[in-house]
């Protein structure tokens, strides 16, 4: 009995990211238009509750993941920043489309060149915007990156 | 008479004022699409409209779909591309980064520049296909294919002459 208890407290972090991986909660920062790429691939045809990451919560406190959909500009790159420490740990970051991976076509004054200048992120996905395939294999990497338990943002 | 003080207004009557069994037949509409699809499912056929990805893909995709690109190769097994700097110009992302240097054969009679580095950053290309459309030489085509886009690190995103140049078995 007491054997068993022991092994079940060394596998505890493994019984959680079993279940962090399972229960996604996506906090959608749609700021362009990849957000209607967003809703076309949480909506029944590439529903992505099939691994339990189709609840979208609008509030950083809820939620794991943060999906930062569009172009960041330098005036909302703050506003990231804020929701990202308002979230609470463990998190994870997306960075969806060509515009919050490196700012894409905008290769310009206004534009944030790259997510990851102002926080870090788990998961790229390039595209202009991604097909939902591609979002789709992000969450599958991402999955296995939380199952793995390492992250750049505990 | 009374009247009406919207066109709209519906006058409810006693079972629909009770609530109750209203929400028990709205219910009823997910249940029984809920059973059906559970029906399908049993006896093997497709019952959601779900596209199951990873196991499946779907079938109506567009036969000029933009994905990955690919550069394609003579018989010889050399690129077709003659590093003009075309499509690094018209890039309206500036995606490409080609470098030019002199062919080893000095009498070629393809052409006597060649790419010595092809470079094209997936992080900030758009998929637009205006490298495709102004190539001279027909050096670089686009896939359908967009498999292993996402990854961990931006750098990985960067793809070199050797990741985009497609293999002899292809050709």
């Not at chain 1, 962090?20 to 700021?31: E, G």
């Not at chain 1, 060509?98 to 790229?124: E, M, R, W």
Request: aromatic share 12%.
């Amino acid at each position: 009995m007491m054997k068993g208890f022991e092994y079940f407290t060394t596998q505890k972090d493994e019984l959680l990211a079993w279940a962090r991986k399972f229960s996604i909660f996506p906090y959608p920062f749609v700021t362009a238009c990849c957000g209607m790429e967003f809703m076309s691939v949480a909506s029944t045809l590439y529903d992505t509750d099939r691994f339990g990451a189709a609840l979208p919560r609008f509030s950083p406190r809820q939620s794991d993941l943060l999906m930062v959909v569009g172009t960041v500009s330098h005036k909302q790159a703050p506003i990231v920043k804020k929701i990202y420490d308002q979230m609470c740990s463990p998190k994870w970051v997306i960075a969806f489309g060509a515009c919050a991976v490196s700012g894409g076509v905008y290769q310009n004054y206004a534009t944030l060149k790259g997510l990851d200048k102002i926080i870090p992120v788990d998961v790229y996905i390039p595209g202009c915007p991604p097909r939902p395939e591609t979002v789709i294999d992000a969450i599958i990497k991402l999955q296995s990156k939380i199952e793995t338990g390492v992250s750049k943002n505990v | 008479m009374k009247r009406k003080e919207y066109w709209n207004q519906k006058e409810m009557s006693y079972w629909e004022k009770l609530y109750y069994l209203e929400i028990a037949r709205g219910l009823w509409v997910t249940f029984s699409v809920f059973i059906k699809n559970l029906y399908k499912w049993c006896t093997g056929k497709k019952g959601a409209l779900t596209v199951y990805y990873p196991e499946e893909r779907r079938s109506d995709y567009a036969s000029n779909f933009r994905g990955k690109h690919k550069l394609t190769i003579l018989e010889n097994g050399r690129p077709k591309c003659i590093a003009c700097k075309m499509c690094e110009n018209i890039c309206p992302s500036k995606s490409i980064k080609i470098v030019a240097g002199k062919s080893p054969d000095e009498k070629d009679s393809y052409s006597l520049k060649i790419p010595l580095s092809f470079d094209l950053d997936y992080a900030s290309c758009i998929f637009c296909g205006h490298c495709v459309e102004i190539c001279p030489k027909d050096a670089i085509i686009m896939t359908n294919d967009v498999s292993e886009l996402p990854t961990y690190a931006r750098e990985k995103l960067l793809y070199s002459l050797s990741d985009l140049l497609e293999s002899k078995k292809d050709a």
